[in-house]
């Protein structure tokens, strides 16, 4: 029998409205599933909706892809509803994917304090939530949280899941995990560095080619941005860099508004554009069609606050796209690799510079590009490392509770 892994993710398919979470949880049950069962308990509806899915069952165990999920209401679904889903449940091990969600995460970890649940071990991922630029956006009322977390413990014992190096600093930074300090601002607990699982099709992409629609000389440059409208994502950055650049641009911008007020912002800054630039707000996207519509672009430009792996860079490079992004994020060195840059948010010039070189670009440069793009999105969907990495983290935390006695047999 496969151990079974119990996940609570707000968000999961068939919504995908709420970006990298739902791919990463998505890409994870389909590469992990020969080795685990999956069981799944997420809202009945996506991000911004307020309707449920049509065609599912409310509070019932569903085939969902290679998982079974649960989607439940939002209403009454706290800490007496998830102590019950976890008790009648069979699990080896709790996957929990946010630090700061107040249901699907606190609720779970409350209970696990009061000693509510099953004695399971609890791994937890954090999505970024602990970079510095995720860390400004609220800034007072996620350290007063912080605080509140380490002092009563919430949070101690657990397996903490870091996408990089970068994200095992962040989360010993702000929790100081796995670290020998003395006092109550201390979370007892071990941080793992295992690289988010990308999507693999299991055939190289970087060899399939993709339907591409070249730009003509005379046209705009073609740059897009995908993802959800929100602070942490810094489409006003974007806008603001726009406003430097001297040649004509046609900026596509793909995603949802999560955050009204912040696309407030974001149209006075259109509005305020030269006349080179053009901008058009598409929407969200389906899944199912976000690599044909990148190939369709020129440039993908994302100055994110922070990503803790980003699956939508990952995207525009399987699309041949050349990105051009922050340096918060796990895709660095990327000018070396020749198909993009990664670069500091204080240099603002510096990314109105790079808009207008890949402008300048012959076709056979573009060409070579997107190749190079196609190769490093496919050599990191296929790398076995990574998805044995995954793999040991379940198995490991599993096995160490088995040992210590502080998981009872199911």
């Given at each position: 029998?496969?151990?079974v892994?119990?996940?609570?993710a ?13 791919r ?33 069952l ?9 998982a079974?999920?649960?989607h ?6 706290g ?10 449940t ?31 071990p ?7 939530e602990?970079?510095a ?9 996620k350290?007063?949280f912080?605080?509140l ?9 657990l ?38 699982l ?11 080619g ?22 942490m ?29 912040y696309?407030?912002?974001c149209?006075?800054?259109?509005a ?28 993908f430009?994302f100055?994110t ?14 699309a041949g796209?050349?990105?051009?992004i ?11 690799r ?43 969907a296929?790398d ?5 990495a ?10 160490a509770a ?9």
């Open positions: 029998m496969k151990p892994i119990l996940t609570f707000r968000y999961y398919v068939p919504g995908y409205q709420a970006g990298g979470p739902i990463t949880l998505a890409n994870m049950v389909e590469r992990l599933s020969d080795s685990f069962e999956f069981r799944i308990v997420a809202l009945d509806r996506d991000l911004g909706d307020v309707s449920p899915y049509p065609d599912v409310p509070d019932s165990w569903m085939p969902c892809g290679r079974l999920v649960r439940v209401r939002p209403q009454g679904f800490l007496r509803r998830v102590a019950e889903i976890v008790r009648s069979p699990h080896d091990a709790i996957y929990l994917n946010s630090f700061f969600d107040p249901r699907f995460t606190q609720s779970v970890l409350v209970n696990h304090r009061l000693g509510r649940l099953c004695g399971r609890i791994v937890i991922a954090v999505r970024g602990f970079s630029g995720a860390l400004q956006i609220k800034w007072l009322k350290n007063i912080i605080g977390a380490k002092l009563f413990k919430i949070y101690d014992g397996t903490w899941q870091a996408s990089g190096t970068g994200e095992v600093l962040d989360i010993q930074r702000v929790l100081s995990v796995g670290r020998h300090r003395s006092g109550w601002a201390r979370v007892s607990g071990e941080v793992l560095a295992v690289p988010d990308s999507f693999f099709s299991g055939i190289d992409h970087a060899l399939s993709k339907a591409e629609t070249p730009r003509r000389s005379a046209a705009p440059l073609r740059v897009c941005f995908l993802s959800r409208i929100s602070p994502k810094n489409l006003d950055v974007a806008l603001r860099v726009l406003a430097h650049v001297r040649v004509p641009v046609r900026f596509a911008i793909y995603g949802p508004i999560e955050d009204a007020a696309w407030t912002v149209k006075t800054l259109i305020k554009l030269p006349s080179n630039v053009e901008v058009v707000h598409e929407g969200a996207i389906e899944p199912a069609h976000i690599e044909s519509t990148l190939a369709r672009q020129d440039l430009l100055p606050r922070g990503e803790s792996f980003g699956h939508v860079i990952h995207e525009a490079l399987r796209l050349p990105v051009l922050s340096d918060q994020t796990p895709w660095r060195h990327l000018e070396e020749g198909v993009g840059w990664d670069l500091p948010l204080g240099d603002l010039s510096a990314f109105s510079r790079r808009i207008e070189e890949v402008a300048a670009w012959s076709d056979t440069a573009c060409r070579m590009c997107s190749a190079r793009a196609r190769t490093l999105a496919a050599e990191v296929q076995p490392v990574t998805l044995e995954n793999r040991r983290l379940f198995l490991d935390v599993i096995s088995k040992r210590t006695g502080r998981a009872p047999a199911r």
